[in-house]
């Protein structure tokens, strides 16, 4: 079992940057993928970015405004969130678990609760 807690969501405006971190605790296994997810108002939850031993992979969209990296030593997850945008409000997520490279939900066993991140126009 692995225990994920979100936090450094809050609101924002438009242009801004936000940085997210994701304490994990119990099982945790420095082998697996983690990654970020996120929900909008009446959306699906969708991959933001994830990141393994040996890369990380992105939302085609999101690349070069979004940032993920990972301490091991300290069990936490970061998203490091630049020139942010109405639409990228939403509830966003840490994950871990994946044994795979993915922005699928189905990959992560693990869940945060999440943290909100609002951007303000």
């Known amino acids: 079992q692995v225990d994920l807690v979100e936090s450094g969501g809050g609101s924002v405006q438009a242009g801004g940057s936000m940085r997210l971190s994701c304490a994990a605790s119990g099982n945790v296994d420095s082998r697996d993928i983690m990654g970020w997810f996120r929900q909008a108002p009446g959306k699906k939850r969708e991959g933001v970015a994830a990141?393994?031993?040996?890369?990380?992979t992105y939302r085609e969209s999101l690349k070069g405004r979004f940032l993920i990296s990972r301490d091991n030593a300290k069990n936490t997850l970061y998203l490091q969130m630049n020139i942010l945008n109405a639409e990228d409000t939403a509830m966003y997520y840490c994950?871990?678990?994946?044994?795979?490279?993915?922005?699928?939900?189905?990959?992560?066993?693990?869940w945060g609760q999440g943290t909100q991140v609002t951007v303000s126009s």
């Open positions: 994950a871990a678990g994946s044994k795979y490279y993915s922005l699928q939900e189905s990959d992560y066993p693990y």
């Open positions: 990141i393994g031993r040996d890369g990380d």
